[in-house]
């Protein structure tokens, strides 16, 4: 059974940068597609970025297209959301998730448990 835990989240002003980290334990990562989403308060949970088992292929959101930066070490076990440029409407609890299957929708079979991040104006 794979476990993912968020950190990297926090607070920080309009412009500024954070850096999301997703670890895994139970089980190598380096089979999975991996993604992360986000979730504001009121609003359904959106995928923010995804990427594929050996880092080829990836995917973003138009929302985020030119900020965000999803990368992957799998000898770390590790996924990574690099955000700059942020904006108050990226304000939300962000979630990484895998599975086996690519998609870009929220239908991942493992999840984290989130992390927040809140962009002040």
């Known amino acids: 059974q794979v476990e993912l835990v968020e950190s990297g989240g926090g607070l920080v002003q309009a412009g500024g940068s954070l850096r999301l980290s997703c670890v895994a334990s139970?089980?190598?990562?380096?089979?999975?597609?991996m993604g992360w989403f986000r979730q504001a308060p009121g609003k359904e949970r959106d995928v923010v970025a995804t990427?594929?088992?050996?880092?080829?292929?990836?995917f973003y959101a138009d929302s985020i297209k030119g900020r965000f930066t999803v990368s992957r070490d799998n000898t770390k076990n590790t996924m990574y959301l690099q955000m700059n440029s942020l904006k108050p409407e990226d304000t939300a609890v962000y979630y990484c998730?895998?599975?086996?299957?690519?998609?870009?929708?929220?239908?991942?079979?493992?999840w984290g448990q989130g992390t927040q991040v809140t962009v002040s104006s």
């Open positions: 998730a895998a599975d086996t299957i690519w998609t870009v929708q929220d239908d991942y079979d493992i």
């Open positions: 139970g089980r190598s990562l380096s089979a999975y597609d």
């Open positions: 990427i594929s088992p050996s880092g080829s292929k990836t």
